[in-house]
Nanobody
Framework: QVQLVESGGGLVQAGGSLRLSCAAS????????MGWFRQSPGKEREVVGG????????DYADSVKGRFTISRDNAKNTVYLQMDSLKPEDTAVYYC????????????????????WGQGTQVTVDS
């Protein structure tokens, strides 16, 4: 089992930045691909992006490309989501997710691929 805890959410003005963290604990001695997702009221959960266990491969949803950056520090069992140039439409609950990866270079963008989920952290962007 892997437990995930997100932090760093809050209220920010449009155009501002936030950095979310996701700390993993439990059985973290395997290769885990990680992802970030978000869900706004009345909408389905959507992918923000994913990162391989090695950290050298990432991919993002078109809506956040060029503004959001995912990184990880495996020594700290932590994944980060740097969010810049935030827009009101980025307002959502943000979730991190983890899943065992067959290769250190694999990442996933589909929610169905992920086995473990955090409880989420609220991000509100005020216009």
């Amino acid at each position: 089992q892997v437990q995930l805890v997100e932090s760093g959410g809050g209220l920010v003005q449009a155009g501002g930045s936030l950095r979310l963290s996701c700390a993993a604990s439990g059985r973290t001695n395997s290769m885990y691909a990680m992802g970030w997702f978000r869900q706004s009221p009345g909408k389905e959960r959507e992918v923000v992006g994913g990162i391989s266990w090695s950290g050298d491969r990432t991919d993002y949803a078109d809506s956040v490309k060029g503004r959001f950056t995912i990184s990880r520090d495996n020594a700290k069992n932590t994944v980060y989501l740097q969010m810049d140039s935030l827009k009101p439409e980025d307002t959502a609950v943000y979730y991190c997710a983890a899943t065992p990866a067959a290769s250190g270079s694999w990442y996933y963008l589909g929610a169905i691929s992920y086995r473990y989920w955090g409880q989420g952290t609220q991000v509100t962007v005020d216009s």
